[in-house]
């Protein structure tokens, strides 16, 4: 686990805390003295969080984390946006037995593992832990609401809702943005890869431009008020790391450059509320044309989207979920039945989900 603790120096934030509104950046330092000096004001004098109050074992904090949009077509691995649903919520409590342990699991058909070092949600819990050196005993209910390998960012919402409980039952000693290390451990741990574009919109809320991951700096992008997004999972399941899987280590610079014109010119179309230019500027070379077999129909469907008045249409991370922009309520409303019916038109069942960017994140249902 010698990654982690290389995550954790790289990642924690050392500055004040403080959001730069004025650029709209959000910037991790790497040093790692900062790092302990950070961790160190949050603990007591003898460098555990031993409040009375904090073992209230009658004490309870449920949270919820949205599904997301990685990628967003034209950013791959570096652009993500969170929906309003659907969402994972995530309930913790103290134990007395001084351990981190997953009681329980709904949802997911009994396939998740309850072991905490192999399910992201407990993988992030205790990097939380680990950073605060704090001791106490936490159970965690876990109960999913999406379903899994939907490119919805199952995982990640696990990991961002349990942190966010965990946090507030230890009295919120760290603030959403200090968050973020935790979760990305989590999601590297079970995709091979650190890709942050699930958790940290999860977390945050928006659509958020990841700059660099080490240091992690993250610009987190305006949202047009029009700006409607569309997502349908259709009945199919595909894997993270088999998506991955199709895509070429590498690729010619003529299409790196097409992809870098892509996001250069949807990231201006969003502080311009240019819908047209978004829409122009939605278009993944890099992974989209490695991926779109594995959703079957998916030509056709795109076709009957678009001439809906859909401003585009892509895969959510690595799919098979399926979304689309638009700029009105009823246009949105429309293109999620239009795209249902296609699919139903070749015996595929689906679920749809309307609503603006979801700009809350991860938040504490019950306290």
Avoid at 131 to 138: F, H, M, N, T, V
Avoid at 158 to 175: F, I, Q, R, T, Y
Avoid at 301 to 311: D, Q, R, S
């Amino acid at each position: 686990m010698r990654w982690l603790h290389k995550t954790l120096a790289a990642f924690i934030r050392a500055d004040s805390g403080e959001t730069h509104h004025d650029e709209r950046v959000i910037t991790i330092l790497s040093k790692k003295q900062k790092t302990m000096n950070k961790t160190n004001q949050l603990l007591n004098t003898d460098n555990r969080l031993t409040n009375s109050n904090l073992m209230d074992l009658t004490k309870k904090v449920r949270a919820f984390a949205p599904a997301s949009v990685g990628n967003v077509t034209c950013g791959f691995d570096v652009l993500g946006m969170a929906l309003a649903a659907p969402g994972d919520e995530v309930e913790a409590a103290f134990n007395e037995e001084g351990v981190l342990r997953i009681v329980e699991i709904t949802g997911d058909g009994g396939v998740l593992p309850l072991d905490a070092k192999k399910n992201t949600a407990g993988i992030a819990v205790q990097a939380l832990l680990d950073s605060l050196d704090a001791k106490e005993g936490i159970d965690l209910r876990v109960h999913k609401n999406m379903p899994m390998g939907s490119g919805l960012g199952s995982s990640a919402a696990s990991a961002v809702a349990a942190v966010v409980a965990v946090n507030a039952l230890l009295g919120s000693p760290l603030s959403k943005h200090d968050l973020m290390p935790f979760t990305l451990v989590a999601e590297g741990s079970v995709s091979g890869s650190i890709h942050g574009d699930n958790v940290i919109p999860s977390l945050l809320g928006g659509i958020v431009l990841l700059r660099s991951y080490e240091p992690l700096e993250i610009v987190e992008l305006p949202i047009p008020d029009s700006l409607f997004c569309t997502v349908v999972h259709p009945d199919l399941q595909i894997f993270t790391k088999e998506a991955r899987g199709r895509i070429p280590k590498e690729v010619p610079m003529k299409t790196v450059l097409k992809q870098m014109s892509c996001l250069a010119g949807f990231v201006s179309g969003l502080y311009q509320s240019d819908y047209d230019l978004i829409s122009k500027s939605l278009q993944d070379h890099l992974a989209e044309p490695y991926r779109v077999d594995l959703i079957k129909g998916f030509d056709e469907v795109k076709k009957a989207a678009l001439a809906a008045g859909a401003l585009n249409f892509g895969i959510s991370g690595s799919g098979p979920s399926v979304y689309s922009f638009s700029n009105s309520l009823d246009k949105a409303e429309n293109i999620a039945q239009v795209i249902q019916d296609s699919f139903k038109k070749i015996a595929i069942g689906s679920a749809s989900y309307v609503s603006k960017v979801n700009q809350q994140g991860a938040y504490v249902i019950e306290a």
